[in-house]
């Protein structure tokens, strides 16, 4: 992987949900054209002219394919954080959930840039790019660079700043986005009850590519596909057990690329 990569964020659980999440997209930043690319021609074979939602009921298809291609494709990474609401102590304060929100997406971002600074060819630089939800105003934006790389720089040895850029954008034009919400919004539905529909499709097509037969688990730190779920929220969540991802299509492993890296 080179040393500048890309982060696509966004969230799902913020209305009536037991559970929260962050999900985002990590890729090379010289590879976010061929990502917008090849979402873009799949949207088009398949008569897909809105943006990728999981949400959505329609283009079943178009999710699908883009699903399959983010399996297949090496350079192109998940990484989620959740937690369960009720247990959470960071939504029981004073607090407004908005505020909560933006400190979860916080710390998933600081704990998996220092994960892939230590990787081999590191350390990197991370643009992140996050959807655009709510009241969101330039001034708040700032805000939240600045706390997002102070945080940064406390985590690393190094106490440089690994955060080169910090946007929220409108989803709908943004892919890397859109595939985040996909990922994560299958993950919400399985734990919080299966999906039905066309739903259940897409849903079925995430679990098969990892080698399970749903979405009701948690994850050990892993490139390819990352669910953790934070301590705070493990007793409260018995029915969420640990499993391995067992990639269906072994050339999407990132791992390989970084080991390469590791022996040049």
């Known amino acids: 992987m080179p040393r500048k990569m890309a982060i696509f964020c966004d969230e799902t659980g ?24 090849a979402v873009d021609r799949i949207c088009r074979a398949e008569g897909c002219r809105r943006e990728l939602k999981w949400s959505m009921s329609h283009a079943l298809a178009a999710r699908q394919r883009a699903l399959r291609w983010f399996f297949e494709t090496p350079w192109v990474c998940f990484q989620s954080l959740w937690v369960k609401k009720s247990k959470m102590r960071i939504f029981r304060g004073r607090s407004s959930a908005a505020l909560a929100y933006r400190k979860l997406l916080c710390t998933m971002l600081t704990t998996c840039m220092e994960r892939f600074d230590a990787l081999p060819g590191g350390p990197r630089d991370f643009e992140v790019v996050v959807d655009q939800v709510g009241e969101t105003t330039r001034t708040l934006t700032r805000r939240e660079f600045r706390i997002l790389t102070a945080a940064a720089k406390k985590r690393g040895e190094t106490r440089r700043n690994p955060v080169a850029d910090f946007r929220r954008v409108d989803s709908r034009s943004t892919r890397g986005i859109q595939l985040a919400d996909l990922l994560a919004g299958a993950i919400r539905a399985g734990w919080e009850g299966r999906p039905g529909g066309a739903k259940r499709k897409v849903y079925r097509t995430v679990a098969r590519h990892l080698g399970w037969k749903d979405l009701r688990a948690t994850t050990a ?44």
Request: proline residues 7%; hydrophobic residues 35%; aromatic residues 12%.
């Open 14 to 37: 913020t209305h009536n949900c037991a559970y929260f999440g962050w999900g985002s997209i990590w890729c090379p930043l010289d590879r976010v054209d061929a990502l917008e690319r």
């Open 221 to 264: 730190p892993n490139l390819k596909f990352n669910i953790w779920l934070h301590w705070d929220s493990i007793d409260a969540s018995p029915h969420l057990k640990t499993r391995r991802p067992k990639l269906r299509v072994g050339r999407g492993d990132p791992q390989r690329l970084f080991d390469r890296l590791g022996r040049a």
